[in-house]
C-alpha cells in the first residue's frame, strides 16, 4: 500500500508501510548502507508525517515480511493480544505518542498494554520521539524478574560483571571477577563470554562460576554465552548452567546466520526450567541484540535496522527472560558510526524493549573503529540510568581484553549508583553488606582482594 | 572477614592483562589510569588506518595478491559490502583449479596483526596436511571474511581459511582470527564458519596452539563435510578456540 503527506505544499509518496518506516528513521550509516534511508532530511521529515497519521490497526495487516516464510513475523501476528490492544486500537502513531507521554498513561497501563503493541508499532512510535520522550516514557515501566534475585525493582539497577579473558584461562577470569565482586558489580549476572567454544572448556568456566557462588553463598546468576546448541549439550552432561544466552535477530533467515530457530530457542527454555535453579524465580533465558544483526546477515528484506530490532524483541518476549539487552555499539560504525547515532540507537532500543514488556538492560559500548570514545558513554550510561534501565554491562576498567571493544567499567556503576541513587538488587545488597563491603553511607569501600582470594583456582 | 590466604593485585594481575586493581578517586578511576586509557584508545584508533605491507610477510610460499572493491581503508571500514567482493582484476588474477583447501593471509581490521600472526600459523599448519592439495596462497587487501568465500570458488577449492586481522584492543592491537569454512558458496551465513580467535603475543593464543585446533578442525570438516555451529570442538585441551559465530552478537571481532 502506498501513503503521503503534504508538508507545505509539497506532497512526499512513499511505496510501503516499510519504507514510511524506513524514511522515518532517524539517520544512521547502516540505513545508508542498506539502501533503505530516507534520501534527504525533508523526505525523513515527510515520512513521519506520513507514519503519524497512520493507524495502529494497519500494522496488523501489512507486515514488513511475508507471515508465509518468516516465523518471526507468524509470531509477531499469532500472539498479538487484542484484548490488550483495545485501549490504542482507535489510535494513529501520532496519537500513540501523545498518549504514551500523557501524565495519565502510568506504568501499569503501559505493562497491560504490552502483548498488545507489536514489534513494528512500537519501532514506530519511537520514530516520532525525541531522547527526551524516549526516556521519559521508558521510566514509567517497571519490569521485574528473578531467579536468584530479583531484578529491575524500581529505584534498583542490576550490573553483569563481564571477566572475559583471551585464551579463557581460569585464573585470569577468576581475577577479573573477583575485581568486579570487590567494587559491588555482578548481581544481573556474572556473564562470560568464551574466546573458544570448546566444551570441556566451556564445562570447567560453568563449574568454576558455580563453585565461586557456593563457596561466597552469592545471590547471583551466573552464564557462559555459548551457542545455544552448547548450552543443550552442557546441560545434557549435567553442568551447573543458571541461564541460557543467545543472540537473536529479527527475522528467520537472520537467526538463521546465528544457527537458531524458534524452535531451537524453546527446547533450550524448556530444558532449563526443568533444572529448576532459580530460587527466587524461573526466568532462565538471557538475550542479547543489537541493530544492524539483520543487515549484517544480508537479512533485513528491506528494514531499516531500528525497525528489524524490535522484532528480535518480539523473540524474546515469547521466552520471558531474565535479561535482555542490546549490545549497542558493538556492531561497528557501518552501522552505527559515531556517539550521536549509538546515543540515540542506545535510547531507542531501552524504550522499545521496556515498551515490549521486556527486562531491558544494555552493553554501552563502541569499537576502536567508530567515531566514539568514553565521553559518549558517560553521556549514555547517565541517560539510560535516568530511564530507569533494569541493567547495565561493566568490564575491568572499560576494556574488554578478549572481544577487544571498550563497555562501561565496574567503576563507572559505582558512579551511577552514587549520582541516581540507583541501588543493586535487594538480595545482592543484603550481601554487600553482610560481607562488610559497604560503608556506613552505602558506598562501596576500598576492599582488599584477600576477602576473596578463594576464588583464584590454585591448580594452574 | 578475611576467610582465604592473603593475596596481592600484584599477584592476581600477573594472571590478566585485563585493568584490575585499579586505583580510584573516589568512585571512578585514578586520573593517571584514565590518561593511560585514552592514550591506549589513541593508538588503537590509528592501528585501523595502517595499511598490509606484503613485504613485512617474509613469504618464502608463491602467492597471488587480491584486493575486495573497496579502494581504500576509509571505504573499507565503512562499506562491508565491497570488502566481501573481489575486484575484477583480482578475480581474473585467481587461476580456477581443484583443491583441497585454500589460505587467505588478509588485513581485517589490523593488518598488523595479519603481518605477525598469519605466516607463524600458515608455517605451523602447512606440514600437518601433508596429503591435502592446497592452493597457492592469497593475500588480501582491504577483505572481510566473506571475501574467501569468493576468492575459494575461483581457485576451486573445498575449504577456505581465512587468516584475518582483529578489530584493534586497548591492549593488543595485532590480534588475528582464523576462519575455517567447508564448502565455501558466496552469500552464505556465518553459522556455516569455525572461528579461532585472540591469536596474538600478549597472552592471547600462540601461533602453534591456535595451528594444531585448526588442524584439528580441518579434519573434522572433512570427515564430515561441513563446518559452522554443528561442528563442535570436543578435543580435550584448555587452550583451544573453536567458536562458531554469533556468540557476542553480530559474528566477530573482525566485523565481517
Redesign the interface.
Known amino acids: 500500500m502506498s501513503y503521503h503527506a503534504f508538508l507545505g505544499g509539497e506532497k512526499f509518496c512513499f511505496s510501503s508501510l516499510k519504507q514510511v518506516l524506513a524514511y522515518a528513521s532517524p539517520y544512521r550509516s547502516g540505513d545508508e548502507l542498506a539502501g533503505v534511508a530516507a534520501p534527504d532530511p525533508l523526505q525523513r521529515i515527510g515520512a513521519r508525517e506520513a507514519l503519524a497519521n497512520i493507524p495502529l490497526r494497519t500494522f496488523l495487516n501489512e507486515v514488513p515480511v511475508p507471515y508465509e516464510t518468516d516465523e518471526v513475523t507468524r509470531l509477531i501476528i499469532d500472539s498479538h493480544d487484542a484484548a490488550a490492544f483495545a485501549p490504542v486500537a482507535h489510535m494513529t502513531v501520532g496519537d500513540l505518542r501523545d498518549w504514551l507521554l500523557d501524565h495519565e498513561t502510568d506504568g501499569a497501563t503501559l505493562a497491560a498494554l504490552a502483548p498488545g503493541l507489536t514489534a513494528e508499532m512500537v519501532a514506530a512510535v519511537s520514530k516520532l520521539m525525541r531522547n527526551q520522550d524516549l526516556v521519559a516514557v521508558a521510566r514509567k515501566i517497571t519490569v521485574r524478574t528473578a531467579f536468584r534475585n530479583t531484578q529491575g525493582l524500581p529505584g534498583c539497577m542490576g550490573s553483569r560483571l563481564q571477566p572475559n579473558h583471551p585464551v579463557d584461562s581460569l585464573p585470569g577470569i577468576a581475577a577479573s571477577m573477583l575485581d568486579g565482586l570487590l567494587l559491588g558489580v555482578g548481581d544481573a549476572v556474572v556473564g562470560i563470554n568464551p574466546a573458544s567454544d570448546n566444551m570441556a572448556n566451556a564445562s570447567d568456566i560453568l563449574h568454576m562460576l558455580e563453585d565461586v557462588r557456593v563457596r561466597y553463598d552469592i545471590p547471583i546468576q551466573t552464564c557462559l554465552l555459548t551457542h545455544v546448541t552448547n548450552t543443550l549439550q552442557l546441560m545434557e552432561r549435567n553442568a551447573p548452567v543458571d541461564l541460557v544466552f543467545q543472540s537473536i535477530s529479527g527475522t528467520q533467515e537472520a537467526n538463521a546466520g546465528f544457527g537458531i530457530s524458534l524452535s531451537v530457542l524453546s527446547e533450550a527454555y524448556m530444558a532449563s526450567q526443568s533444572l529448576g535453579r532459580g530460587t527466587l524465580g524461573t526466568n532462565t533465558m538471557y538475550f542479547e541484540t543489537g541493530q544492524g544483526s539483520a543487515l549484517s546477515a544480508d537479512a533485513h528484506h528491506g528494514m531499516d535496522q531500528q525497525t528489524a530490532e524490535v522484532r528480535a524483541y518480539a523473540v524474546a518476549r515469547a521466552f520471558s527472560p531474565l535479561l535482555v539487552n542490546t549490545v549497542v555499539g558493538f556492531i561497528g560504525p557501518e552501522y552505527l558510526y559515531d556517539g550521536k547515532q549509538i546515543i540515540r540507537a542506545g535510547l531507542e532500543d531501552h524504550f522499545c524493549g521496556k515498551l515490549m514488556g521486556l527486562p531491558m538492560g544494555c552493553d554501552v559500548c563502541y569499537t576502536n573503529h567508530a567515531e566514539v570514545d568514553q565521553d559518549d558513554m558517560d553521556n549514555l550510561m547517565m541517560l539510560l540510568c535516568t530511564a530507569g534501565i533494569n541493567f547495565l554491562i561493566a568490564v575491568p576498567g572499560s576494556d574488554d581484553i578478549m572481544l577487544n571493544y571498550q563497555s562501561l567499567s565496574y567503576h563507572d556503576i559505582q558512579t551511577l549508583r552514587s549520582l541516581f541513587g540507583v541501588r543493586a538488587a535487594p538480595e545482592f545488597e543484603e550481601w554487600l553488606v553482610a560481607r562488610e563491603m559497604v560503608d556506613a553511607k552505602g558506598r562501596i569501600r576500598v576492599n582488599s582482594p584477600s576477602i576473596f582470594s578463594g576464588i583464584i583456582p590454585c591448580n594452574d | 572477614?578475611?576467610?582465604?590466604?592473603?593475596?596481592?593485585?600484584q599477584a592476581?594481575?600477573a594472571?590478566?592483562?585485563?585493568?584490575?586493581?585499579?586505583a580510584?578517586a573516589g568512585?571512578?578511576?585514578s586520573g593517571a589510569?584514565v590518561r593511560e586509557?585514552?592514550y591506549?584508545?589513541v593508538r588503537?584508533?590509528h592501528?585501523?588506518s595502517i595499511t598490509l605491507d606484503i613485504n613485512q610477510l617474509n613469504l618464502s610460499l608463491p602467492h597471488i595478491e587480491v584486493e575486495s572493491r573497496a579502494g581504500d581503508r576509509d571505504e573499507y571500514?565503512?562499506?562491508?559490502?565491497l570488502g566481501r567482493q573481489l575486484s575484477d582484476t583480482s578475480r581474473e588474477s585467481l587461476p580456477h583449479g581443484r583443491y583441497d583447501i585454500v589460505f587467505v593471509i588478509a588485513d581485517g581490521?589490523s593488518a598488523l596483526a595479519a603481518q605477525q600472526q598469519g605466516p607463524a600459523v600458515l608455517a605451523a599448519v602447512i606440514p600437518l596436511l601433508a596429503d591435502w592439495c592446497i592452493a597457492p596462497l592469497v593475500v588480501a587487501q582491504r577483505a572481510r571474511v566473506a571475501l574467501g568465500d569468493e576468492i575459494a570458488t575461483c581457485l576451486g577449492a573445498r575449504c577456505v581459511v581465512m587468516m584475518i586481522g582483529?578489530?584493534?584492543?586497548?591492549?593488543?592491537a595485532e590480534?588475528m582470527s582464523l576462519y575455517m569454512t567447508w564448502n565455501p558458496k558466496v552469500?552464505m551465513?556465518?553459522?556455516g564458519r569455525n572461528c579461532?580467535?585472540?591469536i596474538?603475543g600478549h597472552?592471547?593464543?600462540s601461533a602453534m596452539t591456535a595451528a594444531s585446533s585448526l588442524v584439528w578442525l580441518l579434519k573434522m570438516a572433512r570427515m564430515r563435510n561441513y563446518s559452522?555451529?554443528?561442528l563442535?570442538?570436543?578435543?580435550?585441551?584448555?587452550?583451544?578456540?573453536?567458536?562458531?559465530?554469533?556468540?557476542?552478537?553480530?559474528?566477530d571481532?573482525t566485523?565481517?
Request: hydrophobic letters at 30%; a positive charge; glycine letters at 8%.
Open positions: 572477614m578475611t576467610d582465604d590466604r592473603p593475596i596481592s593485585w592476581l594481575q594472571r590478566t592483562s585485563a585493568r584490575i586493581g585499579l580510584r568512585n571512578t578511576i589510569a586509557f585514552q591506549a584508545h588503537a584508533r592501528a585501523v571500514v565503512r562499506r562491508p559490502d581490521l582483529e578489530r584493534p584492543g586497548l591492549r593488543c590480534s552469500g551465513r556465518d553459522s579461532i580467535s585472540n596474538h597472552g592471547g593464543l559452522g555451529v554443528n563442535k570442538d570436543e578435543t580435550c585441551t584448555i587452550e583451544q578456540t573453536v567458536r562458531p559465530d554469533g556468540q557476542k552478537m553480530l559474528l571481532r566485523d565481517q
